[in-house]
């Protein structure tokens, strides 16, 4: 059974840093296309950003170009997100997907993990 379990998420102020990690089972990690989505209340989940399974192309969402940085490392079967200058605006329940499409336009994908929350204060 594939599972996708998310960490890193918790509180922090506007400015401040946290590291997001997914860790995968269930699949042969190093063939997919991995990438995070969020969504806020009263909002729909949108891309936030995606890295193929050859760890050579990366994509972002404009919000986050410049503050947001996707790597993972086919050997710990671990994709993160490390996410600097945080707004308040970003946050979010942030969710690991799995077999995204390609380009990653819309929130689809084979595979998803729980989530977990991110709060920005200001």
């Known amino acids: 059974q594939v599972q996708l379990v998310e960490s890193g998420g918790g509180l922090v102020q506007a400015g401040g840093s946290l590291r997001l990690s997914c860790t995968a089972s269930g699949l042969t990690f190093s063939n997919y296309n991995m990438g995070w989505f969020r969504q806020a209340p009263g909002k729909e989940r949108e891309f936030v950003a995606a890295i193929k399974w050859t760890g050579g192309t990366t994509s972002y969402a404009d919000s986050v170009k410049g503050r947001f940085t996707i790597s993972r490392d086919n050997a710990k079967n671990t994709v993160y997100l490390q996410m600097n200058s945080l707004k308040p605006e970003d946050s979010a329940v942030y969710y690991c997907?799995?077999?995204?499409?390609?380009?990653?336009?819309?929130?689809?994908?084979?595979?998803w993990g729980q989530g977990t929350q991110v709060t920005v204060s200001s």
């Open positions: 997907a799995g077999g995204i499409s390609w380009p990653p336009v819309r929130p689809s994908a084979n595979y």
